[in-house]
């Protein structure tokens, strides 16, 4: 196909033909040159010299030039077709194998006598070595194909993933037409930021990262693409800051002797050092008349409802309201009860016995009787209470508030953007937020996937906090799964209590059985109200096919094991009624139950300091951060956690998820390596987690990438600063645009 010049804005249909562009469109998201430019090989291949047959070791990526000595097809043994099986030489005697299980098409090229190279990953059949489909191109025997080899001796070969009927020789040959036909390539970075930072120019990155010579380091030009996706998104993120910072917020400053003052003389408690400086900046984004946006992240059970209380009753004090969102029923009732119980007769304002400076508490959600909800609905419209917590039912259209001032979000990831938006909508100016998580993001992480806020981290536990110790029982082991009954049972008869935890509901009736579970049983990590699922577990294929364990299953299991005779059970998961699950915690908060068997809708916010030991079965279908929350639920109190892992035969993946949830309780170092195993999500739009995002290059988590985010943040809110709208950046503002689908922008201008 004939191609004209071109620039990085023209269309891949400029390039081949509508049908491959629209794969590569489908498969890679490439739509344009600059699209193709960011697509960075899989590996390459150093050719060096020629390559001696005699010394190919298996497992080794090779490109291998040589010439076919013979070449032989014969039908397949089992099924249709023929197979093709060539044999390679080199001029030292040494021979290497190519088989194709289909040979149409390459039994017509690979002739006795033809030369060419052939890029694949050595195996072995017999006991000889082998290429199984290799990719390969083949040189005529003219002047054109000597310089042809003589290129492929002082360059390396890129090697790209397959796309259709795109193979990786195709893509080079795309990229390199691409690289010759574009007339400039756009520069986004300014040269003095390019100076200071030592990164190549733009031009020079795409040859190394495509087109290397054999000494060329093409890991620089990966560096560059990393380094520009990274400025390009925090100079995005830099212009919504002061988009953000221009907004208009009513200052929330708590009255003196008033509800904030009279809750902190009765803690029972001291603050940590860390929560007594997140609430001093707390006060101070509260009160003024910019919005707040921090995100408050720490480790599980590090005291994040007391700060965000502290948050929400200066703004209380201050005239307004403030609204809880939790993500699960469970989780509401659980604040509510535990706001209510911290606040005492200062939750009762209005009421007979109430204190005088007091408030209410309401608690909103989906599944309450309508005359409850009614009441709730009025409460918020009407302004007599001061604090609403609730579930994803808060964000309903015909939910009001008097006077919104405040929006605490408590575990973000369970929240989609527009539900936390629709939150904020409900406010007569725009609100302070707060987001909380007990799942802790790495700083330079953080500031990327939330660009609009700034980061508290809460480290130190409050004191009381007891160690967790964690261990992987591997149930194929002869006595292992019974001690663990056992010490369940032992943890009992000390006087406390256990969860139990699986990954599926089942049906009343279920008995323990073998075979593959029902799919559609397994509630996913969006049932917002439910709270179920496995996040993070691994696919089909990865571990054993074995049935997931469910609640009902499990409950039985237990019930007719004699080291746990006379033990009071009792199942919790998000299909029970509400009713039903309130008098449940009631009773295990209390002391009434000895061991619950839920699902992950006890995941966050369920505090019983008697719960002493945990059991997660069927474990590696769980993600690491999933693992670390549900362990934060014992080792609440005085006594010792002890959590037990549970796992029948896990794949290699799983196995080693549950090795570094065993070897570490320190949520920062687990959440960087899940972060790692299940990416960050789209950082420009409504997607939370998956490889559906908006980062191509970069993989948050990884120390080097977040060095590189952290230099490019500095970096571009300088010149944002002094630049706000790119005018003098013409380049940077082109490329931002590109950024932007008019979804993503639209998203950004809503805040």
Not at 226 to 239: G, H, N, P, S, W
Not at 430 to 450: G, K
Not at 485 to 493: C, I, P, Y
Request: include cysteine; aromatic fraction near 4%.
């Amino acid at each position: 196909m004939p191609v004209t010049v071109l620039t990085e804005d023209s269309p891949l249909t400029k390039l081949v033909r509508k049908g491959e562009a629209e794969a590569l469109a489908k498969a890679k998201g490439i739509h344009s040159v600059a699209d193709l430019f960011e697509l960075v090989p899989r590996r390459y291949v150093r050719p060096g010299q020629l390559s001696d047959l005699g010394s190919l070791q298996v497992g080794e990526d090779v490109l291998v030039v040589a010439e076919v000595a013979t070449a032989a097809t014969r039908p397949m043994r089992g099924r249709r077709g023929t197979m093709l099986t060539v044999v390679l030489a080199d001029e030292a005697g040494g021979e290497l194998d190519l088989t194709f299980f289909r040979s149409f098409g390459h039994d017509r090229k690979l002739l006795p006598g033809r030369r060419g190279f052939f890029v694949g990953t050595v195996g072995a059949y017999g006991r000889r070595l082998q290429l199984t489909h290799p990719e390969y191109e083949l040189f005529d025997d003219d002047d054109a194909g000597e310089a042809a080899l003589e290129w492929y001796r002082t360059h390396r070969v890129p090697v790209y993933s397959a796309t259709g009927k795109l193979n990786s020789l195709r893509m080079r040959k795309l990229l390199y037409t691409a690289l010759d036909s574009v007339d400039r390539v756009r520069e986004p970075v300014p040269e003095p930021v390019r100076s200071a930072r030592g990164l190549v120019d733009r031009a020079q990155a795409l040859e190394l990262v495509h087109r290397p010579g054999v000494d060329d380091d093409p890991d620089r030009g990966v560096h560059r693409l990393k380094y520009d996706e990274a400025f390009v998104l925090q100079t995005i993120l830099a212009q919504r800051r002061r988009v953000a910072e221009s907004e208009q917020a009513t200052p929330r400053v708590p009255r003196p002797g008033g509800l904030l003052s009279a809750f902190d003389e009765r803690l029972p408690f001291e603050l940590t050092d860390g929560q007594k400086e997140v609430g001093t900046v707390l006060a101070e984004e509260l009160a003024r008349d910019r919005p707040m946006h921090r995100l408050l992240q720490g480790e599980v059970g590090s005291g994040k409802t007391v700060v965000a209380l502290r948050a929400m009753l200066a703004a209380v004090d201050a005239g307004g309201q403030a609204a809880l969102l939790a993500p699960t029923e469970v989780l509401a009732a659980q604040h509510h009860r535990s706001i209510t119980a911290m606040l005492g007769d200062l939750a009762e304002g209005g009421r007979l016995g109430g204190a005088e400076h007091g408030t209410t508490v309401t608690l909103l959600t989906g599944s309450q009787p309508a005359a409850t909800r009614r009441r709730s609905l009025l409460a918020a419209a009407s302004g007599e209470a001061g604090i609403v917590v609730g579930t994803h039912a808060l964000i309903q259209k015909h939910v009001q508030f008097a006077d919104l001032a405040l929006v605490v979000v408590d575990e973000q990831h369970r929240f989609g953007v527009e539900q936390r938006d629709a939150l904020r909508e409900k406010a007569q100016r725009p609100p302070h937020v707060l987001v909380m998580t007990a799942t802790p993001i790495p700083r330079t992480v953080a500031m990327t996937v939330f660009g609009d806020m700034e980061t508290s981290t809460l480290r130190e536990l409050p004191r009381g906090r007891s160690p967790i110790a964690t261990h992987v029982v591997d149930a194929g082991r002869p006595g292992w799964l019974d001690r663990t009954w056992q010490r369940v049972a032992e943890e009992v008869a000390a006087g406390h209590q256990a969860y139990v935890v699986c990954p599926r509901i089942g049906e009343l009736d279920d008995e323990p059985a073998d075979g593959l579970g029902d799919p559609e049983d397994v509630a996913g990590p969006g049932d917002l109200d439910a709270g179920e699922g496995a996040e993070g577990a691994d696919g089909p294929g990865e571990g054993d096919e074995r049935e997931l364990t469910g609640v009902y299953a499990q409950l039985h299991e237990l019930q007719a094991n004699p080291a746990l005779a006379g033990l009071r059970l009792a199942v919790l998961h998000g299909r029970l009624d509400p009713d039903e699950k309130e008098a449940t915690m009631r009773a295990f908060t209390a002391g009434d139950v000895d061991v619950l068997v839920a699902t992950t809708v006890i995941e966050v916010g369920v505090d019983v300091p008697n719960a002493s030991v945990m059991v997660v079965v069927d474990a590696d279908r769980f993600g690491i951060s999933q693992l670390h929350q549900l362990r934060g639920r014992v080792g609440r109190g005085a006594v010792p956690g002890l959590c037990l892992l549970v796992t029948h035969d896990p794949g290699e993946r799983a196995a080693e998820r549950l090795d570094q949830v065993a070897a570490t309780t320190d949520g920062f170092e687990l959440a960087r390596a899940d972060l790692l195993l299940r990416r960050e999500g789209d950082v420009l739009g409504a997607r939370q987690s998956g490889r559906g995002n908006s980062i191509r290059h970069l993989r948050l988590g990884r120390r080097d990438d977040e060095q590189v985010i952290a230099d490019a943040r500095e970096d571009a809110f300088a010149v944002v600063a002094a630049d706000p709208d790119l005018r003098e950046h013409p380049a940077l503002a082109a490329a931002v645009a590109m950024r932007l689908d008019d979804e993503q922008a639209a998203w950004l201008e809503r805040g």
